[in-house]
């Protein structure tokens, strides 16, 4: 977190309270447009995220969602699993492909993740096929690069200026890609990627709860080789708990920020108006005053008998107003493409919580190659 401090370059307060977040998050949720604050402010580059709508705020952020809204309803997410029931389908294609060219070799399975996500959210939103999976596009090439372009300008503060970055390179790499890139293609893949990616490492780490995993895909499907139905992902209560402790350890989105538009007091503090609050997900998520042994994947954590917790203890999603609207469409897609590998593959992973880097910036994505061995059932 110093690290990060330094870039902000600002005054911040990092909160890892839930009973402090449940303020900022229902009474405090001004969200400045990043383009316009200086350049000392906080991140210098608000034009990349203004694209993905991360800092629309009033009025604009309100006729947003409000439009959005309708479009997470359930009947259409029944219409939605299809398209994710069909790339299913073509990700179990391609595994085969690479798994057969060496068996016994790693795979990475963060591509495989990225491409199957991308999409799933472009036919979904746009209504287009980019076929990701299967070649690169123009499209496709821009998303991914405009991702890592993003991230490495984060590290880099000589580029900050928007003038010097269009004058490099990568800036212009960057300019010329940006009017390709789609709000949703942004919010909706990279995220669900990052998610499928720690899944299938902790499940290829913790091979007993892999095992109940197992158990509980084959007394729902049986004999069966057909597509899972959103009735019978709906029985999977077992990998709904390694979902939601896979998004404990590794939520996709590991911070998020608020700037004060007013005094505001928590407990026995008072924040002054214009200092920025970083609500530190990730370190609410490992508190180990609420989550005992925090590095330890339990799934039983979710337990129906274990929920007497703050609810804002857990928040992969955000929470309040401006919490993800996409999230249930998030979950969906995490437990069908999950079930699909599942009911094919058991997974072990090569490297450990332990060995492995991972770096928290917009999300939480591992530093390094995700690699896992696939083993038919």
Not at 125 to 134: F, K, R
Not at 302 to 319: G, H
Request: glycine content about 4%; aromatic content about 12%.
């Amino acid at each position: 977190m110093d690290l990060i401090s330094l870039i902000l370059c600002a005054v911040l307060v990092i909160l890892i309270i839930p009973a402090f977040l449940s303020t900022i998050y229902h009474q405090y949720v001004l969200r400045q447009k990043l383009k316009n604050i200086p350049q000392c402010g906080t991140f210098p580059f608000g034009i990349a995220f203004e694209i993905l709508k991360l800092t629309d705020y009033g009025k604009q952020w309100f006729h947003d969602r409000k439009l959005i809204g309708p479009t997470f309803h359930f009947s259409i997410l029944e219409q939605f699993a299809v398209v994710m029931s069909e790339k299913a389908e073509i990700l179990i294609k391609c595994l085969e492909k690479e798994i057969a060219k060496n068996p016994e070799k790693a795979i990475n399975i963060f591509p495989f993740a990225n491409n199957v996500a991308l999409d799933v959210i472009c036919e979904t939103a746009m209504g287009v096929d980019v076929h990701a999976q299967e070649y690169e596009t123009k499209y496709t090439a821009t998303i991914h690069r405009g991702s890592k372009l993003v991230l490495d300008r984060l590290f880099q503060p000589w580029l900050w200026s928007d003038w010097l970055y269009g004058l490099v390179p990568s800036g212009k790499k960057y300019k010329s890609g940006l009017n390709t890139i789609h709000k949703f293609t942004g919010d909706g893949h990279d995220t669900t990627a990052v998610a499928i990616t720690w899944t299938l490492f902790l499940l290829g780490n913790n091979l007993e709860h892999q095992e109940k995993v197992h158990e509980e895909l084959n007394e729902v499907f049986k004999d069966s080789e057909t597509p899972a139905s959103i009735n019978e992902l709906s029985q999977l209560k077992y990998l709904d708990r390694i979902i939601k402790e896979t998004l404990r350890i590794f939520p996709s989105v590991p911070l998020v920020t608020r700037k004060l538009s007013e005094d505001v007091k928590i407990g026995n503090y008072t924040f002054p108006k214009g200092i920025t609050v970083v609500l530190a997900i990730a370190l609410v998520h490992r508190n180990p005053e609420v989550w005992p042994d925090p590095f330890k994947f339990d799934p039983d954590r979710f337990l129906p008998e274990n929920l007497n917790r703050n609810p804002y203890a857990y928040i992969p999603f955000s929470a309040g107003p401006r919490n993800c609207i996409g999230q249930r469409f998030a979950l969906l897609e995490e437990k069908m493409l999950l079930t699909a590998i599942l009911r094919k593959w058991r997974v072990k992973s090569v490297k450990n919580l332990d060995t492995i880097k991972y770096g928290a910036t917009l999300i939480f994505r591992p530093s390094e190659d995700i690699f896992i061995h696939f083993t038919p059932k």
